[in-house]
């Protein structure tokens, strides 16, 4: 595992300037593939230590969310989905605080942009939308990224338990007693 880390260091050193621009690639790519917003997080910590990884995907979020913003506005009826979902997922609590929408995005299986149909209502226009999409990008690309650097250090043995316990929580989590507990959280606030 360290030898291969370390060549996808040594490749991200060779490529220079383009690497930034892959990763964001990455990060574009990822809504496509479903994959989470951890995953990209810890590769840009493994790949690029923890400032630029947190730097890099505070960016590639930001893109990713005006990307989400376009399409709500062009497509309305991704918009009366994206209701509906929202009102599905967190029992139709209508307007967060961007504390809350941060704290929100740090959650591995809460969906990116049923978090980003929050940052729509609080914002009055575009570049309010920006200014806190790039906010409240800040946690989870710091604490994903933070991870995915210190995962570097660590032996093979600690990082067989650590992907057990993540693949156990993910089991777990896909129970209905999450959005029940998501519901009475939105409740008591």
């Given at each position: 595992?360290?030898?291969?880390?370390d060549a996808?260091?040594?490749?991200?050193?060779?490529?220079?300037?383009?690497?930034?621009?892959?990763?964001?690639?990455?990060?574009?790519?990822?809504?496509?593939?479903?994959?989470?917003v951890a995953?990209?997080?810890?590769?840009?910590?493994?790949?690029?230590?923890?400032?630029?990884?947190?730097?890099?995907?505070?960016?590639?979020?930001?893109?990713?969310?005006?990307?989400?913003?376009?399409?709500?506005?062009?497509?309305?009826?991704?918009?009366?989905?994206?209701?509906?979902?929202?009102?599905?997922?967190?029992?139709?609590?209508?307007?967060?605080?961007?504390?809350?929408?941060?704290?929100?995005?740090?959650?591995?299986?809460?969906?990116?942009?049923?978090?980003?149909?929050?940052?729509?209502?609080?914002?009055?226009?575009?570049?309010?939308?920006?200014?806190?999409?790039?906010?409240?990008?800040?946690?989870?690309?710091?604490?994903?990224?933070?991870?995915?650097?210190?995962?570097?250090?660590?032996?093979?043995?600690?990082?067989?338990?650590?992907?057990?316990?993540?693949?156990?929580?993910?089991?777990?989590?896909?129970?209905?007693?999450f959005t029940?507990?998501?519901?009475?959280?939105?409740?008591?606030?």
């Amino acid at each position: 595992m360290e030898a291969f880390i370390d060549a996808a260091v040594a490749a991200i050193q060779d490529t220079g300037w383009m690497a930034p621009l892959l990763f964001l690639g990455a990060h574009i790519l990822r809504q496509l593939l479903m994959l989470p917003v951890a995953t990209i997080g810890i590769l840009g910590g493994l790949l690029f230590g923890t400032f630029y990884g947190t730097l890099f995907s505070m960016i590639g979020l930001t893109i990713v969310s005006l990307m989400f913003y376009a399409a709500v506005k062009l497509w309305p009826a991704l918009r009366r989905k994206l209701t509906e979902w929202k009102n599905k997922w967190m029992g139709g609590k209508e307007e967060l605080t961007l504390a809350q929408i941060m704290i929100l995005r740090c959650v591995p299986f809460l969906h990116f942009h049923l978090v980003n149909a929050y940052l729509m209502e609080i914002s009055s226009n575009w570049r309010d939308y920006t200014k806190y999409s790039f906010i409240a990008s800040l946690p989870p690309a710091l604490i994903y990224t933070s991870f995915g650097h210190g995962i570097r250090e660590l032996p093979w043995y600690v990082l067989l338990f650590i992907t057990v316990v993540l693949v156990l929580l993910f089991l777990l989590s896909r129970s209905k007693t999450f959005t029940h507990r998501m519901k009475s959280f939105f409740a008591s606030r």
